[in-house]
C-alpha cells in the first residue's frame, strides 16, 4: 500500500454542488494530516489542518477517520475558483518529513 | 503568512550545463528547508532535506553529486543540478519549515521551471 493514495480524478463538477475527497494513509502513527491547493504551474498553498477529528473553515470540511486511515476534504457550494488540484500531506513513516498525495483534480464548470 | 521567494522562476538550459536554484525566506528564519520535484501530473517528491550548516540530507535515488545542496544560512538554500540532462527537467519547488511548526505546515516558493534542452 502506498504510503498516502488520492483518486487523481478529475471530477468534473457543476457551479454549487457539494464534492468530498478521500485522501487514504498507510502509517497509524500520523498525528496530524494537512490538505494543500496547487493551481497550475503553481506551488502548493495550504488550504487546512487536520490534527483531530476534524476541521470546518466556510465551505470546506476536512474529516478524519483514525480507524480507516483516511481524510477528507468537503467543498460545499462549489466555485469556478475552487479548479485546481488538491494534496493530502501526512507524515512519512517514522520521521515527520512529509509525504504528498499525487493530488486530486477538481474541475468546476459553469 | 511567511513568504518564500525562488529564482529564478524559470531556466532553460543546453545539456551538460549547471544550474542553480535559490530558495530564501523573506520574513523568517528557516532552520530547515526542503526541496521537491514535479513532474507533470505528478506528486511532489522530496529530494532533500536541507538544514543550516549542516550537509543536507537526499532521499533514496537522488543523487547528492548531481544536486548540490547549500544551506549557507538560515535564510537561503540553494539548489544547483550539475550537469543538466533533458531527463531533469522538471518543476522545483522549495519550501521552509517555520521552527515550533509540523514539519507538514511548510511555506512554498513559487517553484523553478527547469527546461533542458
Known amino acids: 500500500r502506498k504510503e498516502v493514495e488520492q483518486d487523481p480524478g478529475p471530477f468534473n463538477v457543476p457551479e454549487g454542488a457539494t464534492v468530498a475527497f478521500n485522501c487514504t494513509y498507510s502509517?497509524?502513527?500520523?498525528?496530524?494530516f494537512f490538505w494543500y491547493r496547487q493551481d497550475c504551474r503553481k506551488e502548493p498553498k495550504l488550504l487546512m489542518s487536520v490534527y483531530s477529528s476534524g476541521n470546518e473553515d466556510g465551505r470546506f470540511t476536512a474529516q478524519l477517520n483514525r480507524a480507516s486511515q483516511y481524510i477528507s476534504l468537503l467543498i460545499r457550494d462549489s466555485k469556478l475558483s475552487d479548479s485546481a488540484t488538491y494534496l493530502c500531506v501526512v507524515p512519512s513513516g517514522g520521521s515527520y518529513i512529509p509525504t504528498f498525495g499525487r493530488g486530486t483534480s477538481l474541475i468546476v464548470h459553469p | 503568512g511567511a513568504v518564500v521567494s525562488q529564482h529564478p522562476s524559470w531556466v532553460i538550459c543546453k545539456s551538460g550545463t549547471s544550474v542553480k536554484i535559490e530558495c530564501r525566506s523573506l520574513?523568517?528564519?528557516?532552520?530547515?528547508m526542503f526541496w521537491y520535484r514535479q513532474f507533470p501530473k505528478q506528486s511532489l517528491m522530496l529530494m532533500a532535506t536541507s538544514n543550516e550548516g549542516s550537509k543536507a540530507t537526499y532521499e533514496q535515488g537522488v543523487e547528492k553529486d548531481k544536486f548540490l545542496i547549500n544551506h549557507a544560512s538560515l535564510t537561503l538554500s540553494t539548489l544547483t543540478v550539475t550537469s543538466a540532462h533533458p531527463e531533469d527537467s522538471s518543476f522545483y519547488i522549495c519550501?521552509?519549515?517555520?521552527?515550533?511548526?509540523?514539519?507538514?505546515?511548510?511555506?512554498f516558493g513559487p517553484g523553478t521551471r527547469l527546461t533542458v534542452l
Open positions: 519550501s521552509a519549515h517555520l521552527s515550533g511548526r509540523s514539519y507538514n505546515e511548510q511555506f
Open positions: 502509517n497509524s502513527a500520523s498525528q496530524s
Open positions: 520574513d523568517f528564519q528557516a532552520t530547515t
